[in-house]
């Protein structure tokens, strides 16, 4: 059993950073691949970013360049750091954790309860 808790959420203006954490629990952490997806108000979940547990990373079209995901093992913390960051960009982001999983949500098996973005233009 793997529990995540996301923080680092918040308002921001357009063009400005933030950067979420998601601590995991457990001593398997660094088995498992991570990844970090977004729901906007009235959209579907969408896959936003991934690191697996080797350390390559993913990214959808249109975070590439912006954001940028990293692990840190030790802490049992994945995290997102957000720049240049669009109105677009608000949502509630979900992280999650599972073994061979990418960017399919299906393949995942742990998530958070999520934080809130809200970018202001």
């Known amino acids: 059993q793997v529990q995540l808790v996301e923080s680092g959420g918040g308002l921001v203006q357009a063009g400005g950073s933030l950067r979420l954490s998601c601590a995991a629990s457990?001593?398997?952490?660094?088995?498992?691949?991570m990844g970090w997806f977004r729901q906007a108000p009235g959209k579907e979940r969408e896959f936003a970013a991934a690191i697996s547990s080797g350390g390559s990373t993913y990214y959808a079209d249109s975070v590439k360049g912006r954001f940028t995901i990293s692990r840190d093992n030790a802490k049992n913390t994945v995290y997102l750091q957000m720049n240049s960051l669009k109105s677009e960009d608000t949502a509630v982001y979900y992280c999650?954790?599972?073994?061979?999983?990418?960017?399919?949500?299906?393949?995942?098996?742990?998530w958070g309860q999520g934080t809130q973005v809200t970018v202001s233009s």
């Open positions: 999650a954790a599972g073994r061979g999983a990418t960017v399919w949500d299906w393949k995942y098996d742990y």
């Open positions: 457990g001593r398997t952490f660094s088995t498992y691949n």
